[in-house]
């Protein structure tokens, strides 16, 4: 079936009243215009379209072995980023059955199919760990983390690393030793410094350099940190980094006693300076993927000091108060939500994606974020859709909504 549906549209040509025709069989794009079709389904002029968003950094949480479907698995994850208005996620392989061989990274892969999205899966890089013989990205946790999938020195991340010549490879940039020195400081946030992650990112583009990495740092969060990475940017190392909503809204001003276990996280929350630095490198383009580190820990784990955070279902929420309220343009939102996020994934999508996500272009996926800039929206515990169940966000008002989303030529059902 033929569909169109208009209104204002943000594109990589820029923002317009536009109508997108689309084909809701083969989910492609047919074609992009600049005026509106008399027979296409028409969005307020209080809305915008942008190419669907999507998360490149998430934990689902299922594997071959099950054990840990009980906090997610990719059937809720998906339903999770559909109400968070994501149309694509990556998983992270710290699973009790890590993907970092040919067939363990098959296995989960099949896994992913039973999700009303696409998911696309890093594969691990261990002691030991060689690159599997398909094109697929990876992840390396540079010090301990959630899961045993972690190196304790950097002698000996840099020996595996020279297998991964040339690969796509993303960095938990915590450094080992830093983090076994604190590690009886007396809260979360002093056991993991800024100077864990500092270090571990000069050590990071060192690698990504001397190896010609395609790299990208993971959930940045320190402002000194980020001026190492804009400056080996600058002379040409082929290197990224993502943002979390949570280090762009709180800092350790937010911290108590009674709210201490909820926001502990994986680097942990930052100080104030720290928050605004990221934020006005978000602004201008200097951070390149807004990605929610999803971590769907249930709440009896959460109160026993696990960390991470569960914030799949507010992505596109926390997106109108970035362009509401924090002013970040709406061209800077589609690079960072969708177009940046598509070329990172779209070298490794199935054929059935055309050219891929990220772009409202003839021949790319017909996969839409659609968001009301004039309807507030006041977040409840009983709208997440993750078996997490809990969200830093509850009873927070944001100050847009999500009018639709569509994946692969279908509307999909939010409620």
């Not at 002013?327 to 050219?355: M, Q, T, V």
């Amino acid at each position: 079936m033929i569909y169109k549906i208009a209104g204002k549209i943000n594109s990589h040509e820029g923002e317009f009243n536009g109508t997108i025709e689309f084909d809701s069989n083969t989910g492609l794009i047919l074609d992009v215009n600049k005026k509106i079709s008399n027979d296409a389904k028409v969005y307020s002029d209080d809305c915008i379209i942008f190419p669907g968003f999507g998360d490149i950094h998430i934990h689902a949480r299922e594997d071959k072995s099950g054990k840990h479907t009980y906090k997610e698995d990719f059937v809720s994850v998906g339903l999770a980023a559909i109400n968070g208005g994501v149309i694509h996620v990556a998983d992270m392989p710290n699973n009790p059955i890590p993907p970092i061989d040919d067939l363990s990274y098959d296995d989960k892969e099949l896994l992913t199919k039973k999700s009303k999205i696409h998911i696309s899966l890093y594969a691990g890089i261990g002691p030991n760990t060689n690159p599997l013989k398909r094109k697929v990205p990876y992840k390396v946790f540079m010090g301990p983390s959630i899961g045993e999938l972690f190196f304790r020195t950097n002698e000996e991340l840099e020996e595996v690393i020279k297998r991964y010549q040339g690969q796509n490879v993303s960095f938990h940039c915590e450094d080992p030793i830093v983090l076994e020195e604190n590690k009886t400081a007396d809260t979360h946030e002093d056991r993991r410094p800024l100077k864990a992650e500092i270090l571990a990112t000069d050590f990071a583009i060192y690698l990504i350099e001397k190896y010609n990495l395609k790299g990208k740092l993971c959930h940045y969060s320190s402002g000194e940190g980020l001026l190492k990475i804009i400056a080996a940017k600058k002379r040409g190392v082929n290197v990224t980094c993502e943002v979390t909503p949570t280090h762009l809204f709180y800092d350790r001003s937010v911290l108590t006693k009674e709210n201490h276990k909820w926001f502990q996280m994986n680097p942990p929350l930052r100080f104030e300076d720290d928050k605004k630095i990221l934020l006005e490198a978000f602004r201008n383009g200097l951070i390149d993927f807004l990605a929610t580190d999803h971590a769907p820990h249930s709440i009896e784990e959460k109160l026993k000091g696990i960390s991470g955070i569960s914030q799949l279902d507010t992505y596109s929420l926390f997106v109108t108060h970035l362009i509401l309220n924090d002013k970040i343009s709406h061209d800077r939102i589609r690079l960072a939500c969708a177009e940046k996020p598509g070329d990172f994934i779209n070298e490794f999508l199935p054929k059935k994606f055309g050219l891929g996500f990220g772009y409202l272009k003839k021949d790319f996926s017909a996969s839409f974020t659609i968001l009301n800039l004039k309807k507030p929206t006041f977040f409840k515990k009983e709208m997440i859709k993750s078996k997490s169940g809990w969200s830093p966000f509850e009873n927070h008002e944001f100050p847009g909504s999500i009018e639709a989303i569509y994946f692969q030529g279908l509307e999909m059902v939010r409620n």
